[in-house]
């Protein structure tokens, strides 16, 4: 999706100057990170200044879907404004009067995180522990009452800025008069804490995520406080952060529950920090809530982050996702399609109807009408996944996995090669083997296959995706042979991991389901959707309900795993993530005995087990990538002999609409023996029969049908 990061560099961009500038700052390389995080997250990225000319700027970048009206993207907000009390909340309030949506509270948490008296009145409201206070307005004004040490600070400032510690009464004056006059605005004035002080991260809105405390080491100063040098690095004696913060157990849920409640009170949303003083006799007391928590790699917030798991790339994509589910009720999408087509030339092609893409070979444009005709899916393939092929060494035969060929017009075939449509019971169900359901759940990939055999409905609008679970889980309940559900499509992963947990609530509580599988290509694809820790929540949620859960990934060429796929995979089978594979022999991509051998070996030294090796099907627009069922038993036999016998796992299939038939061998009788591996006949399981070979078949139908002995069919 489109992104716009929105930051105060300048303060340039306001018709006049009032008063005192926002002393905070976001630094080059903290906007540039998390830029390229998002960039790395596959979305397009722009950035702009936080200024008068904002709208204008997102009124280009994200202009509205002409169709939904809705808008044409987000806004990263790490802008804290130009100037003015309420300066956090200058941007938000913006975007919101334009309609956009963008990360991070709105102007009302941030005004009240912002003004730290009203903070404070808010968290005593809430049963919040904080400092004792009085407020100063004017320069002598008397304070009574408060037991020094003191801080004195200003009443809108954070970051520290302006902070004293004043031992006395003259001190105090000094220090009030001088934020009241070089601030302008009203001190405040709390009792200093001595102790221990820890910062609380909050991600997300409901449920709210605790990410680790984190706790700042004072040990060897005299001053027991973060400063605003501090904060920016600028002091060579700075608190060192130790996360996860040595406190209890106990203690760590009291800090927790008072930080939600500042949290809540403060009406927040998406992130913060929270910062808490203990005092010696282990009391808890808030300082003040950070509605703008820094991302900047060495502050509080991001250590707890990378603690908890996270990557920076996939903290920043969890903050787009709780925004993102906070205003449409699911995450932000990711995968974000890098089209090679190129922009400048078919921007303004897809104004007159056509459509060019970069095709194998050469250049071609199809209009979209004959796009419709050949089911011709777009041209669309991952960042991730084109920098991962060119780099592989074997771009030239990979790339013919995701960029359209000029054959895809001439390739003859069917676009139901299975018979899907024949055992579709409800819509978006398909129960063809007994033990088996599979579900089209979306109609979208994270990156479009040539040779893909749904090509009827990937990549479209289809009427085919189950839009209904009620029915499906009722047809389940229904057939208790059923012990295998496969979400498929489109890739699952595609969906949100929202909408996941929307689809297990009605397949969890079916008892006699075993396993629930999952068919995707992300692995190899976009393995950053496997950072989103709440996938990992979604994966023991099914485990806890007693059912395996099983990745099918979908690697046909040793040059699609990437080092991120294998990390990916080694650290989903720590968490009881059971890995197959199936390929596809296709042509001129993975016709090589060598390369299959590489493939199937590198998959079982990951833990993933090849099951499947599929022979391509006589798909419309497709058949061009089939290979000869003569040559596939050679290859078939060739990759054999170059695996160890725990490397033979796989069989060499077609899934033909009357069954899953396993190809056996070719005979001295030029006949091709074969065997049902699936089949919804009975009798034919297990059986095994031959046909007569016809050189250059590539289909079980291309098999001359003569009734002979064997010839089962
Ligand atoms: S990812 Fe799967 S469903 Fe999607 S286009 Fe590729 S083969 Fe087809």
Known sequence: MKVAVVRNRNNDGILSRFGQLCPEVYGPRSVQNVIDALREAGHTVAFFEGDKRLLANLEQFLPPDLKTGLPGGMVFNMAYGIQGDARYTHVPAMLEMAGVPYTGSTPLGHALALDKVVTKVLMQDAGVPTPRYQVVSSPGQRVDGLRFPLIVKPRHESTSYGLHLVQDRQELEQAAAEVITQYQQDALVEEYIEGREVAVGLLGNDPVEFLPLVELDFSGRQFHAMTWADKYHKTPDEPKKICPAPVSEEMADVLRKISLATFRACRCKDYCRVDIRIDPSGRPFVLEINSMASLGTGGAFVLAAQTAGYTFQSLISRIMDVAHQRYFGTSAPLGEIASPARAGSSEAANREGVTEAECVPGTRVFSEQQMAEHHIPPYK???????????????????????????????????????????????????????????????????????????????????????????????????????????????????????????LDHLLPIPHLTSIRFGTKAITHYPARFRDKGLGDLFRRITMAGKTMVIVTHVDHVGEVSEEAERTIKRLLTSGVQFFNQAVLLRDVNDDPDILADTFGRL???????????????????????????????????????????????????????????????????????????SRDPRKLGRVFSRPYREGACWFDDLPRLSKVGDAV
């Open 381 to 503: 393939v991952t960042r991730f996944y084109e920098e991962q092929i060119r780099r592989s060494g074997y771009y030239d035969q990979l790339r013919q996995i995701v960029e359209p060929s000029l054959e895809e017009l001439e390739s003859p075939g069917s676009l139901d090669t299975s018979g899907e449509s024949d055992h579709t019971r409800i819509k978006g169900l398909q129960h063809k083997y007994s033990r088996t359901a599979l579900l089209l759940v979306t109609d979208q990939c994270f990156s479009y296959c040539r040779f893909c055999f749904r090509k009827r409905l990937v990549g479209k609008a289809s009427h085919e995706v189950v839009r209904d679970y009620g029915p499906v889980a009722e047809y389940l309940k229904g057939h208790p042979e059923i012990h295998d559900v496969l979400l498929s499509g489109g890739d699952p992963f595609v969906l949100g991991t929202e909408q996941l947990h929307k689809i």
């Open 604 to 678: 079982c030294s990951l833990g993933v087990r090849p099951y499947y090796l599929f022979q391509a099907r006589p798909v419309r627009g497709a058949s061009h990538f089939q290979v000869p069922l003569r040559r596939g038993v050679e290859i078939v036999h060739d990759v054999n002999a170059r695996l160890s016998g725990l490397q033979k796992t796989f069989r060499y299939v077609m899934s033909h609409v009357s069954g899953k038939i396993e190809i056996l061998e070719m005979g001295r009788d030029d006949r091709l023996w074969m065997r049902y591996h699936q």
